[in-house]
Structure formats: structure tokens, C-alpha cells
């Protein structure tokens, strides 16, 4: 129809707390999250159907983050002048339109194409949701904002890849592809009308001397005093904690089948427990963690460092397996929303999109690269050195969170 729609912009009083928004784009974080990571309940199922290996269809997560990668910049910088909702919508409708494409793709080949476009929505609509929390809501209620709208990827862990799986196992694939581009094409119409607008800050004007000539700003007397290098440090750290995530994560279905020994028809329920443990993971992260940050981000890196471990060396059990896959679940859903308000804190506010883009770019790069590590670790030497290789990076990533973060702050 032709109403104007709401607008939510700041004053010098708190605003009232867009709950309803979030959650809409919550929902959308969902829908994106669960089109990415759907390939690894199905990996099987779609590698028995299209007669490729377990490794080529890992490689799907690989091509839909390298587009992220490359195109989540450009991207961000094409549509800067459009509305934040409009730009979200447009990535919401492109993703739909993959993930159907993908659903009736007759070769490995035009699943790639199709993943490969799915990319790059998925990386427009990352590089803008992050910082939407931010035009939203007052700087105090950025943790707060960003758990809300994170909490939509990890229920894409406890609902959407669990369901797809279940409904892929049961009526094929292609079926569950074709179901989720449907509900995405309903997400994006639920943004366009219910989520509010959000305002930008103004761009300030030019300061000038009294000659009328400009005002060049002083450069920091030191670079650690830059919040930019922090924000580009965890940017880095974000992508070495993914790649040794997802190095793992993109062939759990096969490490619980045949490593593990759990019954394949058992795989959407340990999924689905892995996703509630995410759950309770971001929960503690938006209560405990939402001030002290950086402490709830070692305290996650470390639980995923003893659920891995001991994933790694009771393998052979299945009970300790499962405690282990619980552990790891739980730890692993504070760590997103950690290194995401981490990354809002430190980047001023007129910077966030461009931070936001290079967040989006970082955690895409580590998803595509773990995923490509993986499958040169599975093919070389088995999927039991999957949970080994992720463990070492834990271990340097712990370090760099405890001992680096620290030193850039004291500088």
C-alpha cells in the first residue's frame, strides 16, 4: 500500500527497545544461517544422489563462503545509498532464488552456480543485519541487540539444519532445499513490512579554518591507540577460530556415522541437540557475558577446546562422543555473538558498516577455508583427524584472545 514507513531514530532520550524488529530480523538470520549450513546434515543424501564424494559436497560450504569473501565489500559499498531494509529484502528474495535453483539442479555443476549466487546474498545481508542492531538501538544496548539477532543463526543450528535434515532423510533433498526457499521468500515479504527503517547518523560537515580551507585530523600519536587495528584483530581472530571450526563441523555428519558409530537415522536429533546447546550457550553469553565481552570469549573458545578434545580421544565411545558434541554446541553459540560485540565495540560508530563487511568477509573465510582444509584432511589421512586439527587451532586462538587483546588494550 502506500503508507510511509516507520522510521526509528535516535534522541537524546533511550528509545524503546525494537523488539519486535529484531526478532523479524532474527528470523531472517535463521532462514540465511540455515541455507549455508545445510549441506552438512544432507552431505550423504546429496553425495550419493549427484555420485560426487562426501568431500566435493563439504566443498559447497567452501564456494558459498568464498562468494561471501569476494563479495560482501563491493557489495556493501554498491548499495550504501539504499535503504538498510530494502538492501536486506533484496539479499533475502536473491537467496530464495538460489536455494530453489539449487533444489532442482540435475548436476553437481549447477549446484556450484547456484551455491555460488546464494554467496553472494548471503554476504550483502551479513554485512548489513550486523550493523543494523547498531541504528536500532543506543550504544548500551548493542550487546543486547546483536545476541538477539545472532540468536537467529544459532537456531538455525537447533530448527532449521535439524529439520531439513530430517525432512531431507524422509522425502529427499531436493524437497527440503525447495521448502526452505519458500519460507525465505516469506521472510523477506515480513521484513519489508513489519521491520522499521533505520536511520543513519549524519555525515558531519567538513571542518574548516577561518581561510575557509580544511581541517586535516590529527593521526594518533600511536597505532595501538587506533580502535581500527583492534577491530581488524578480531576480525582476524574470527576467521582462524572459524577455519578450524568448520574444518570439523562441515564433515560432522560423517564423523558421527562412522567415526562415532551413531545410527545414521539418529543424526537429526544429535544435530538437534547440538542446536540446543547452542542455544544455551547464547543465552549465557546475553546474561553473564553481555559487559565483560572478551572474558565470555575465552571462556567459550576453552569449552570448545574440552568438548573437542574429547570428541578427539574417547572417539570410541559413543556416550562420551555425545558429551563431548554437547559441550562443544554450548560453547560454540557464545562465541559468534562474543567476537560480533566485540567487533561493534571497538569500531566507532560511523565505521560500522565498513567493520561490519570485513566481519562478514573474516567469519566467510574461515567457513570456506575450514571446509576446504577439511576436505584435504579427510581425503589425506580420515576424518579422525578432523577434531585434532581443530583442537591445535583452539590452542593458538586461546592465546591470541588471553595475550594479544591484552596487549593492544594496554597500548
Given at each position: 500500500?502506500?503508507?510511509?514507513?516507520?522510521?526509528?531514530?535516535?534522541?537524546?532520550?533511550?528509545?524503546?527497545?525494537?523488539?519486535?524488529?529484531?526478532?523479524?530480523?532474527?528470523?531472517?538470520?535463521?532462514?540465511?544461517?540455515?541455507?549455508?549450513?545445510?549441506?552438512?546434515?544432507?552431505?550423504?543424501?546429496?553425495?550419493?544422489?549427484?555420485?560426487?564424494?562426501?568431500?566435493?559436497?563439504?566443498?559447497?560450504?567452501?564456494?558459498?563462503?568464498?562468494?561471501?569473501?569476494?563479495?560482501?565489500?563491493?557489495?556493501?559499498?554498491?548499495?550504501?545509498?539504499?535503504?538498510?531494509?530494502?538492501?536486506?529484502?533484496?539479499?533475502?528474495?536473491?537467496?530464495?532464488?538460489?536455494?530453489?535453483?539449487?533444489?532442482?539442479?540435475?548436476?553437481?555443476?549447477?549446484?556450484?552456480?547456484?551455491?555460488?549466487?546464494?554467496?553472494?546474498?548471503?554476504?550483502?545481508?551479513?554485512?548489513?543485519?550486523?550493523?543494523?542492531?547498531?541504528?536500532?538501538?543506543?550504544?548500551?544496548?548493542?550487546?543486547?541487540?546483536?545476541?538477539?539477532?545472532?540468536?537467529?543463526?544459532?537456531?538455525?543450528?537447533?530448527?532449521?539444519?535439524?529439520?531439513?535434515?530430517?525432512?531431507?532423510?524422509?522425502?529427499?533433498?531436493?524437497?527440503?532445499?525447495?521448502?526452505?526457499?519458500?519460507?525465505?521468500?516469506?521472510?523477506?515479504?515480513?521484513?519489508?513490512?513489519?521491520?522499521?527503517?533505520?536511520?543513519?547518523?549524519?555525515?558531519?560537515?567538513?571542518?574548516?579554518?577561518?581561510?575557509?580551507?580544511?581541517?586535516?585530523?590529527?593521526?594518533?600519536?600511536?597505532?595501538?591507540?587506533?580502535?581500527?587495528?583492534?577491530?581488524?584483530?578480531?576480525?582476524?581472530?574470527?576467521?582462524?577460530?572459524?577455519?578450524?571450526?568448520?574444518?570439523?563441523?562441515?564433515?560432522?555428519?560423517?564423523?558421527?556415522?562412522?567415526?562415532?558409530?551413531?545410527?545414521?537415522?539418529?543424526?537429526?536429533?544429535?544435530?538437534?541437540?547440538y542446536g540446543i546447546a547452542g542455544a544455551?550457550?547464547?543465552?549465557?553469553?546475553?546474561?553473564?557475558?553481555?559487559?565483560?565481552?572478551?572474558?565470555?570469549?575465552?571462556?567459550?573458545?576453552?569449552?570448545?577446546?574440552?568438548?573437542?578434545?574429547?570428541?578427539?580421544?574417547?572417539?570410541?565411545?559413543?556416550?562420551?562422543?555425545?558429551?563431548?558434541?554437547?559441550?562443544?554446541?554450548?560453547?560454540?553459540?557464545?562465541?559468534?555473538?562474543?567476537?560480533?560485540?566485540?567487533?561493534?565495540?571497538?569500531?566507532?560508530?560511523?565505521?560500522?558498516?565498513?567493520?561490519?563487511?570485513?566481519?562478514?568477509?573474516?567469519?566467510?573465510?574461515?567457513?570456506?577455508?575450514?571446509?576446504?582444509?577439511?576436505?584435504?584432511?579427510?581425503?589425506?589421512?580420515?576424518?579422525?583427524?578432523?577434531?585434532?586439527?581443530?583442537?591445535?587451532?583452539?590452542l593458538v586462538a586461546l592465546a591470541a584472545?588471553?595475550?594479544?587483546?591484552?596487549?593492544?588494550?594496554?597500548?
Amino acid at each position: 500500500m502506500g503508507t510511509q514507513p516507520s522510521v526509528v531514530s535516535r534522541s537524546s532520550a533511550d528509545p524503546r527497545f525494537p523488539l519486535a524488529g529484531l526478532l523479524i530480523l532474527a528470523t531472517a538470520t535463521f532462514l540465511s544461517v540455515t541455507i549455508e549450513m545445510i549441506p552438512t546434515g544432507l552431505l550423504p543424501d546429496m553425495s550419493r544422489d549427484l555420485g560426487v564424494s562426501e568431500a566435493q559436497i563439504g566443498l559447497l560450504l567452501t564456494v558459498f563462503a568464498y562468494a561471501v569473501v569476494l563479495s560482501a565489500a563491493p557489495l556493501t559499498a554498491i548499495t550504501a545509498r539504499m535503504g538498510r531494509r530494502s538492501v536486506v529484502v533484496l539479499a533475502l528474495a536473491v537467496l530464495a532464488v538460489s536455494t530453489l535453483l539449487s533444489s532442482l539442479a540435475l548436476s553437481y555443476e549447477l549446484l556450484v552456480v547456484a551455491r555460488l549466487l546464494g554467496g553472494l546474498a548471503h554476504g550483502l545481508f551479513w554485512s548489513v543485519v550486523s550493523a543494523y542492531a547498531g541504528y536500532l538501538v543506543p550504544r548500551h544496548q548493542v550487546g543486547r541487540a546483536v545476541s538477539l539477532i545472532v540468536s537467529g543463526g544459532t537456531l538455525a543450528f537447533v530448527l532449521g539444519v535439524p529439520l531439513g535434515t530430517a525432512l531431507g532423510h524422509a522425502l529427499g533433498w531436493r524437497l527440503a532445499f525447495g521448502a526452505i526457499a519458500g519460507v525465505t521468500a516469506l521472510g523477506a515479504l515480513l521484513v519489508w513490512r513489519l521491520v522499521p527503517e533505520a536511520v543513519r547518523p549524519a555525515r558531519l560537515p567538513e571542518p574548516r579554518d577561518a581561510d575557509g580551507a580544511p581541517v586535516r585530523p590529527r593521526r594518533s600519536a600511536s597505532w595501538r591507540d587506533e580502535t581500527t587495528v583492534l577491530t581488524l584483530c578480531v576480525c582476524g581472530l574470527t576467521a582462524f577460530l572459524m577455519i578450524g571450526h568448520y574444518a570439523f563441523y562441515s564433515y560432522i555428519a560423517p564423523y558421527l556415522i562412522e567415526v562415532a558409530g551413531i545410527p545414521e537415522d539418529l543424526l537429526a536429533v544429535m544435530l538437534f541437540v547440538y542446536g540446543i546447546a547452542g542455544a544455551v550457550g547464547l543465552l549465557i553469553s546475553g546474561t553473564l557475558f553481555t559487559v565483560r565481552v572478551t572474558l565470555g570469549l575465552r571462556w567459550s573458545i576453552l569449552g570448545c577446546l574440552a568438548g573437542v578434545a574429547l570428541m578427539a580421544t574417547l572417539s570410541g565411545t559413543a556416550w562420551l562422543v555425545i558429551v563431548g558434541f554437547v559441550l562443544w554446541g554450548m560453547s560454540f553459540g557464545m562465541l559468534p555473538p562474543s567476537l560480533q560485540t566485540t567487533m561493534l565495540h571497538t569500531a566507532s560508530e560511523r565505521i560500522r558498516d565498513a567493520a561490519s563487511a570485513v566481519y562478514t568477509t573474516a567469519f566467510n573465510v574461515g567457513i570456506g577455508s575450514g571446509a576446504l582444509v577439511g576436505a584435504v584432511l579427510l581425503e589425506a589421512w580420515g576424518l579422525a583427524t578432523l577434531p585434532w586439527f581443530y583442537g591445535g587451532m583452539l590452542l593458538v586462538a586461546l592465546a591470541a584472545s588471553v595475550l594479544g587483546i591484552r596487549y593492544l588494550r594496554r597500548g
